[in-house]
């Protein structure tokens, strides 16, 4: 796998984009904006690895809204943690969604993805809640 690191978004303000995209280029890191249609493409090919195209994913069903999310590859712990302090200390809005690809959900279709961290977001906030 090619470790060239790599932002991947989806944002739906283009002023928070604008941040995002500065920030990133400070930090020379590569960008790939997710667009709706890319939902049923897998992470892996979407973050420039043909051969990782989706084997048996599921497809969004018809009318569905891709959320904001952020999906980093090739991206060190250390880098990450980078990334994550100056997107903090430049108030950039919070994305609720955030993924590593890794060797577990490289073939999962976009969507498959989304949901896997809508349900593990849910289940935090519930746990929050108690």
């Not at 002023?15 to 997710?34: N, S, V």
């Not at 919070?94 to 976009?110: D, E, M, Y």
């Amino acid at each position: 796998m090619n470790h060239t690191e790599l932002v991947m978004y989806h944002i739906k303000d283009s002023k928070k984009e604008k941040k995002l995209m500065g920030l990133c280029k400070r930090l020379q890191m590569q960008t790939r904006k997710i667009k709706s249609g890319d939902v049923n493409c897998s992470v892996g090919v979407l973050a420039g690895f043909p051969e990782m195209a989706v084997r048996t994913a599921q497809k969004a069903p018809m009318g569905y809204q891709l959320p904001e999310l952020l999906v980093f590859s090739g991206m060190p712990e250390k880098r990450l943690d980078e990334f994550l302090a100056e997107y903090r200390t430049e108030s950039i809005e919070p994305v609720g969604l955030k993924a590593i690809i890794t060797p577990q959900n490289v073939h999962w279709s976009l969507y498959e993805l989304t949901a896997e961290l809508v349900k593990e977001r849910a289940a935090i906030i519930m746990g929050q809640s108690r």
